[in-house]
């Protein structure tokens, strides 16, 4: 139960995430899902709601590991949970797990597969799948789909799946490495030999499609798939023949002899019955009524890919054309919308420096009228105050020296007539020394 | 911007009005000279007078009877002393106020606005109490202190500009009644106080002692022996001014005459050289100069390290202090004198109220904890907070009273050398963990205040202690 409670307060916080996980994080929930799926006392079917909030690599994860061993019952009922591919997350997530269990149960795989790929043969597989097909197939990790020919898989659905998977492969857009392509195409003809399905007539259009892939291929790669499909396969050679190119040696176990060269022993000249003939004249010419159908098949087969091949191009072109316009466009929208966005900015700050001059403008002619009035009261009130100290201590000094000036009426002795006429002088002295000159008479020196 | 600088001395006082970029404008008596901080108050009418003409005839007024003549409030204020008339009873307070009031008065007669707003000049050292009632005066007079300076520091900042990349400054500050004299550390934009010194022996003594010296030169030539201060009162300030004008004289000219009409019933003429004068008040220039380098000392820096002695106050004009600086090797290359000398501390804190700058701790202020760990409430170089701080402190022990202890750790001191400052006990319940929260701030007059109280017995177990002898840097 701990898992489950677990399992669940970690869908919790990868929801507030926007399903944002890091590894640690991937690496608990595919540890958690696959011990609820395993463990026979937990009932997987409380986890179910909670696990499409969690990313498809840690389900991927999870399920791959716990896929062997789990009951048919738990397969079914993660088969029934896993959503349609109504968005392409959907899509990818059906991907990955299908993936996850290719090489262990090709028919869950071929189920969940057959979701994706469109029920009318003559539709084609959307570019978003091709995509998803190119990527979580043939990526970094070799997988083999041979499980994917497993006798309980509907031979319809099986069709339509490879059919699809080797459109991607082959398809030059995916820049497929050859070593994918070679171990689908070797899994394809294996399955398709195996389930008896060469007479299909989808099969025939998978098997043109390797034809001509094939001959892409360095011969020492031909050599190994005739060689490995030989091991797999008991009419290997009668599968081959048509579809390997001419004039290459194909590498044979001692004792075999070549398809190819089969014909030639049985000419007429060792045919002695007529019925004989007749049955070997029939045989050739179904033979060559085949390779004729197979040929005019190829053909339109070869007009079709050359006309996608130039609308893809064509396509391609334009879109690009678009592409560079969009984003001669979109740098210069920026361009302007920063210019504006500048522009608008300077104004603004203008208009603010505009008002913050005209306020400080103001305020400077108001204080420098107070200013004005205040220094004109105080070098008025200075410069008057200064002249009446000037007086004031003039009359101090002055007052000092004659503050013991006998009363007008009083009788003067000699001496105090001496006093005050040395101190009459020296009142002149001070006068003069304050900077009032008065002129004395001839002898007062 | 304006502002206002008062100079509050013992003898005389000041204001200065200063604008930036324009001349200062000094506010004194009406001859333009700083107001003598003499009050005079009638006993019948309870009216009080002060100034000049008191200042000139202070013996007369004291011998009249009529008269309180309170000589320098400066240092009454914050105490009890009060001087009753008929009409009513004088504070220093009210004292103090006259002459503040006199002072904007001035402005007003000038056609200036008055006085609303100063920073005031005080000694280091100024009392609390004194500090209060300074600015509980100021605001009877109608002004606003904005910031009290010290006096030497008001006088560096005037001198500001003359005194860059200077590290070490002494001010000089020779007035009427006193000689204090500061060494101060310049620490890039932070000024210190490291040493002060000062002595009562300044202008006024000078003019008593050569007052005293005609009187002894004239008794001898009259042959007789009448003590100075068995003269007339009259006889008496006239001869003190007379003195006072020869001495200004002398510092211009080679040799005056005292004359009086009357002195003790005779003519009094008694021609002064300067030699004469000059021996007369070497004693006390010598003495001035012997504080200064003892106040060097006392800071713990060489005679070399001063790089600049600012020489203000009205006595700091004796020519004999010049001569004698000059040629005393110690000091000849550092001395920064000005002919308005007597204005600079003023001038200096009408400055320091226009600037930005400011007092900051230079200690670090903090209270023992139990295990004699130092805890620290202030840092150095902290500003004055009005606004109280609080701190949640608990009983370590069963004790009916916690004993609150503050200390005080230095700039210097990396290793830690934390005095104590003051130690009180506070009443508490007496259980272990009792919380007892203690708040404290330095307010505008410098003074840091402590209030402590058990949670558990709130404010009827309250104490309270101020501390005035915190030191500070003034930030320029």
Redesign the interface.
Known sequence: MAEIEELKKLAQLVQSKKGRMDAREREQTSHLITAVFTRETLDPAEILSSLEVFQSEALAQAVGQAWPSLSRERRDLFSQWLPEPKTEKAARRIAILAAAVVEVDGVAALGWLSRLIPQNPKAKLTRETSQIFATVFFGSKPLRFIRLGDEAGHPGKLVRVLRALLQVVVDDHYAIETMPRYRLIEDILTIISQRDLVGNDESKTILARIEIEIKRWPQALIDQLVETLKRRIPDAELLLDKRLPKGKSVPSTPGQIAYGQSAEPRSEAQISTVGAKTRIKSTLEQHIASLTSQLEELGSLANLLTEEERLKKELERGLQETQLRESSLQVRVKQMSEELEDAVTKLKAASTRIEELERASKSTKESMEIERQ??T??I???A???V???K??L???LS??I????ARDSHLTA??G???F??FH?FLDVMDGQGVKIKKGKGAV | MVSFGIDFGTTNSSAVKHVESVEPLRFGDDAGRPLPSIVAIDKGLGEAECGRHVWENRDEYVESGNYHVVRSVKWNLGTEKVWETESRIWTAEDIAAEILKKLSTRAETLGLEPITHAAISIPVGYPPAARAALRSAASKAGIEVSAFVTESTAALIRYLPALRHCHHVAVFDWGGGTLDISVLRMDGQRVYEIATEGMDIAGDAIDNDFAKAIHARNMELRKQNIAFESMPSIDRDNLRIKCETAKCQLSSQESTQILLTSYGGQTLNERVDRAWFESLISVHVDLAVDLLSRTIEGAKLSFDAINRIIVIGGSSNLRLLHSTLSADKRFAGAILTSEEAEWAVAEGAAMVEGSKGGYETAESIGIILSDNSFYELVQPGERVFANPRSVSLSLVEDSKQANIIIAKRGLDAQNGTVARIMEFGVDTLGFDLEQIDLSYSINDDLILRIEALSRALGSRARGIREYDKLRFGYHL
Not at chain 1, 403 to 406: K, S
């Open positions: 205040r220094l009261q105080q008025s009130a200075n008057s105050g200064r009446e100290e000037f004031n201590n009359a101090l000094v000092r020296l503050r013991d000036l006998p001496d105090v001496n006093i005050v040395l101190q020296q």
